[in-house]
Every structure is written in C-alpha cells, then in structure tokens.
C-alpha cells in the first residue's frame, strides 16, 4: 500500500456475534465476519478454548500465546463464563438475547441443554449457526470427530494419494474446518442479507452447518462422475488426482518438485514447442504410460532454475511448489496483499495472512491490527456495555466466580 491511509471494511457494522467454539471452524467462521466489519464476543468456559493450549507458542511481554490462537482470534473481545453455575446460565442468556449471530462450535443441541430451552425460543431472531462434526440429526450426531474424522466417513481422503503406510495420505490443510468455517460465514451473511429482502419468504432460524456437510460437499465432481462410470474415484487414476501425464507431479534434476498442469492440448502444444518434444502430442490422450515416462525422464533432464527459464514466457501451466516460506516471498502472493505484518504490542512482529479476497480500491481492508484477547479480558466491558450489567451485578457475578476476568482463569 503506497503510504495511503487505510480505509476499515464496515459492511457488517452493527452485527453483533456471539461465538462460543474452539479450534478451527467457529473462530474462523467468526474471524471473516469481523474482517468485513461485525463486532464478535467470544465466550470461553473457565479451561479455555482448547486451541490456546496448542504449540507452536509466539512469546512477548504477556508470556506465550498459540499462534494458531492469535491467528483465527484476532479482533474478538473475550469473557469468560462458568456455564455450570445458575448465574452462568443466565449470562449465557443475556449474551444471546443482545446478539443478532450465534456460531456455535459444540456438539449437537450441546447449548439447548445448557440453556434448558432452544436458542430461538431465547432469541427467535437470532441466526444460530451450529458447526457440529456430524450434524444435527443421523445416527453419529453425538459422536465426537475432528478434521480428518470427517473426511473419513465421507469418502473424501479415500482417492488423496496412498501414503508410505499403505494408507490415504492426510491433507495438509484441515478442508472439513475450513470449508464449513467459510460455508457458516457465507450463511450468516446470506441470513442477513435476507432479512432485508423483501422478495424473501424463508424464515431464518438454527442452520446447520455441519464439517460433514461441508466435507461431503467437496466430493461434487465425484459425485457426478459416479452417475457415468458407476465407480467411486481411486487414488492417482482420476482426471485431476495424478491420473493425467499433463496434470500431476514430476522431480527436476535437482529433486524439485514441480507441477505440470497443461490440461487443454493447445497449452500442451505450447510446451512441446518450447521444448522442441512435438513429438510427445503424438501420445496425449493415446497412451498415457508412455506418455508419463517420457515427461519423467524430461524434467529429470533440467534443474528447477533451467526449466523457468526455458519456460518463462511459455503459456503451459508449469508451476514450482513452494514451501510456505517461499510462498510468503512470492511476489504474487505480495502484490495481492495475500500477507501482511502487524505490529503486536504484546508479541511484537506477526506475519498473517491477509483477507482472501481482493477489493477494488487498494485502501479499503479489513483491520488486522487487532490482537487476539486474553482469555477474559474483556469480561468487564461486555457485561456492562453489551449487556448493560451495574456494577455490583458484574462484581457479584466475579466474586461467585461465575465469570472471570483476565487472568484470573485457572488453568
């Protein structure tokens, strides 16, 4: 940004978001929601949400922080609530009734039992977004499962390729605590653009936005191919798994790995020129082994460096994996806004990732100056001015440690 003042995203100004989950899912469906301008309260029980216990640790002047906490968190205002105790309870309900969005990251109707009634009938105007493992009905609805749990029942890893063990290799990014992270945050901003839609008849209520309805969803072009060929996918032998010569993977001279993607035959004419190997469209779509081989011993014949060279100005789809270390320095990656550094009063320097989606205007962002809360720092501030609490309410509520202030957690 060349020295321009920054301008703050507020499309959701005024939403107010109520986020009792841990881990990946809830926070980051909350975290989008907060970037494109919606105030978000975080309510934690009294041992944390899980993922502040997580290493890697960042370290500063308030001690040590998840920097995976600090990431999806940040922005959020905590308070800390003791749902066991009566007066936790009914602060529980309070934090309801003020909120317009409710994303909850617990396990099926784990809220309705605490409250000893449904959310909507507490608020029947409040968009309640439940993000369970298996949903919120069927036979698994109780039962506990985390990312890759859920991609498992729903076929989803069972065509990544086979690991060392024999086994589906696990993804590298959570997609089941990703996809249904973005899937709620669409719903709740959908929700809301509803509600002033005039032409819209649907009453919004508890939607439910589960990791297997998002990890399922991912399987749409498999689905599909299954009604032509009647077969489910296989590792390695799909169109666009490694069962194509001209998309998949392949070793330079000097053990790079390198992607080749030139699905589209003109882009593949496009490389057999460059290369002076006209003679390998004679086997596109003809004979696929041989085809292989043939583009194995090629790459094998020039180091990474050599290859974007003879290639840069080639239109083949011919990309280098990067480790994330040497995306963050792309300047792709730079020129989009894809990273960005925050100072972090506590922390110091933080690279993060920047809002995955680029705007018009180069001044207009979401905020990421923000740091993520301590748990219970903001227990003050949001029983008196979001919930309108007196003070001897709020000082009785601390003293019977129904809620708790900073630091004053017990671990």
């Known amino acids: 940004m060349m020295n321009q003042e920054l301008i703050e995203v507020d499309w959701l100004k005024g939403v107010k978001v109520l986020l009792i989950g841990h881990y990946i899912p809830g926070p980051l469906a909350a975290y989008l929601l907060k970037c494109l301008g919606a105030e978000v309260i975080k309510c934690e029980p009294p041992f944390y949400d899980y993922m ?11 001690g040590k922080m998840s920097a995976y906490f600090r990431a999806l968190n940040a922005g959020f205002k905590s308070i800390v609530v003791d749902f066991k105790e009566e007066g936790g309870v009914e602060v529980l309900k309070d934090l309801i009734i003020a909120s317009g969005v409710l994303i909850d990251g617990n396990r099926a109707n784990y809220l309705d039992k605490v409250l000893g009634e449904a959310v909507d009938n507490i608020n029947p105007g409040i968009i309640h977004i439940p993000i369970t493992a298996y949903g919120l009905k069927g036979p698994m609805r109780d039962i506990a499962g ?8 729903t076929g989803t890893l069972s065509y990544t390729p086979v690991s060392t063990q024999g086994t589906p290799s696990i993804f590298s990014v959570q997609l089941a605590d990703i996809t249904s992270g973005y899937i709620a945050a669409i719903i709740a901003v959908s929700s809301i653009l509803g509600r002033r839609n005039s032409n819209s008849n649907v009453e919004i209520g508890t939607v439910d936005a589960s990791m297997m309805h998002a990890a399922f969803f991912l399987n749409q072009i498999y689905v599909a191919g299954m009604n032509a060929t009647g077969k489910p996918p296989v590792p390695g032998r799909e169109l666009l798994n490694g069962g194509l010569p001209n998309y998949t993977m392949y070793l330079t001279k000097d053990e790079k790995s390198i992607f080749f993607g030139p699905i589209e035959p ?3 004419k496009n490389f057999c020129e460059t290369t002076c190997r006209e003679d390998l469209m004679n086997l596109l779509d003809k ?12 790459f094998k014949s020039k180091k990474l460096k050599e290859w974007e060279d003879l290639l840069h100005d080639c239109d083949c ?6 480790n994330l270390e040497e995306a963050m320095n792309d300047p792709q990656i730079k020129e989009l806004g894809l990273i960005t550094e925050v100072e972090d009063e506590a922390y110091g320097t933080l690279s993060l990732t920047g809002f995955p989606a680029g705007f018009t205007e180069d001044s207009l962002q979401p905020d990421f100056t923000e740091p993520a809360p301590e ?5 003050n501030e949001i029983l008196k001015e979001f919930l309108s609490y007196n003070s001897e309410k709020i000082e009785k509520l601390i003293n019977n440690k129904v809620v708790y202030k900073n630091k004053e957690v017990v671990k």
């Open 52 to 62: 502040r216990q997580l290493p890697p640790f960042i370290k500063g002047k308030k």
């Open 375 to 379: 748990p219970g720092e903001h227990t």
């Open 146 to 153: 985390h990312d890759n749990n859920i991609l498992s029942s």
């Open 287 to 298: 004979d696929n082994s041989k085809l292989y081989g043939e583009l194995v011993s090629l």
């Open 266 to 268: 003109n882009l593949f």
């Open 317 to 322: 789809c011919f990309t280098r994996v990067n």
